[in-house]
Structures are given as C-alpha cells and as structure tokens.
C-alpha cells in the first residue's frame, strides 16, 4: 500500500540553527513527490517538487531511493519557517491522487 | 482574482442534517478534490473528480457525497451518516502536465453539535 510517513509531529530549533523534517514512503513503482507547506492563516501551498530539483527559500530535498526517503532540509532556519510541513506522494495512473503524511509542525524560536 | 474559493469559511449545523460546502475554481482546471484535515492525521482524501460528471471515491468517502456537474465546482454534501463530521475540510484542484501541482482552497471549518 501506499504510505507517507512524516515521524515528527513537532520540530523545534532556533533561528539559525539546521532543520531537516524527515519523510519516508512506501511505493514501489517510481514516485512523485513533493513538500507543502501551510503558514498560520495562509493557504496549503507547494513548496517544492522533487522532480524540479529545486531550491525554494533555501529549503532543499532529495529523493533517496534506496531509503525511501525525501527528508526536507535547510541549513539555516529563519522564523518566518514557521509553519506546517506535509510531505506527499503521487502515484502514477491514479487521477492526480495525494497521499499525503501526517504533517509536521516546525517552530524556529528568536 | 483567479483561484479556488470556499464558502462559507466556518459552519456551524446541528447533529442530523445534511450540509453542502461550496468550492469554485477558475483556474481551468479538469481534477478537483476534497480533502479532511484532521489534527495528527494529515490531509485525507474523501472525493476526486477528473473531469466533469464523473468522480470517484478517495480514502474516507463514507457519509460524503459529491457532484460535479460544471468544470468550475465541485461541492461536497456531508450527510448525517458521517459519525464525525467536526471537521477542516480543504477543497483543490490541479493542474496537469510535467510540473504537476495541486491548488488550494481557503478551507471551511464545520462544527457540527
């Protein structure tokens, strides 16, 4: 069955300090996948897509096979961070489905 | 203004009656979706349509029932045979193609007592 796993519900660091908000998932085939984020009173929103290769506001992944992991990292946290994380995978052929983790809730302290 | 809207943004309705949440996208896109937010447990999928006058069930359909009779809305009608209606209730659609991406809605929160 297809799974996302988000360990932590919570994340605390400090401002500065290194950030990486694990994912694993279980798929067998190869997946998309990707990492949303919800700030306080704003809308879900796409943060970054593996397949782009990209870095959005200093926040990068990467998709380890091997591991089936895609953990989401930062090297320097700012406040503005803040927010809901969810991690999700989308299979192939199911209609655009999203399977999404639990979501984890990073809070970068002043 | 293009994007997806939900309306109301908070409802509250008595245990025993049916409730439609409204959602309306002018994005066109073809897929729509309906997901439940629950503290802990993510987003879970209850109803998706891929194109108009055709839908299908998601992972927690019980208790939910859609239509999607025009491209731009899909409303979604809890019943009362839903035993937890409570609930932040997220509508989206997407786009297709390479860079594949789903849009958002504001939400409606439900309080049903």
């Known amino acids: 069955a297809q799974r996302v796993t988000q360990p932590e519900k919570l994340l605390s660091v400090f401002k500065g300090a290194p950030v990486e908000l694990k994912c694993n998932y279980s798929y067998s085939g190869s997946p998309e996948l990707f990492w949303y984020v919800q700030y306080s009173r704003q809308r879900l929103q796409l943060l970054l897509r593996h397949i782009s290769r990209e870095s959005i506001k200093g926040f990068t992944a990467d998709l380890n096979k091997g591991e089936t992991s895609f953990h989401l990292k930062k090297p320097f946290a700012q406040e503005e961070d803040s927010a809901m994380y969810y991690c999700?995978?989308?299979?192939?052929?199911?209609?655009?489905?999203?399977?999404f983790g639990q979501g984890t809730e990073l809070s970068v302290k002043p | 203004d293009g994007g997806i809207t939900q309306s109301p943004k908070y409802l509250f309705r008595k245990e025993g009656q049916n409730v439609t949440l409204s959602c309306e996208q002018n994005l066109n896109h073809d897929a729509m979706y309906w997901y439940r937010q629950d503290p802990g447990q993510g987003l879970r999928l209850i109803y998706y349509s891929q194109i108009v006058n055709d839908f299908q069930k998601g992972d927690i359909a019980e208790g939910y029932s859609v239509s999607r009779e025009k491209k731009e809305s899909f409303p979604l009608t809890v019943t009362s045979a839903q035993k937890n209606p409570t609930a932040f209730y997220l509508c989206?659609?997407?786009?297709?193609?390479?860079?594949?991406?789903?849009?958002f809605g504001p939400g409606t929160r439900l309080t049903v007592t």
């Open positions: 989206a659609s997407s786009s297709s193609g390479a860079l594949y991406e789903q849009y």
């Open positions: 999700a995978l989308k299979a192939p052929n199911q209609g655009g489905k999203l399977i």
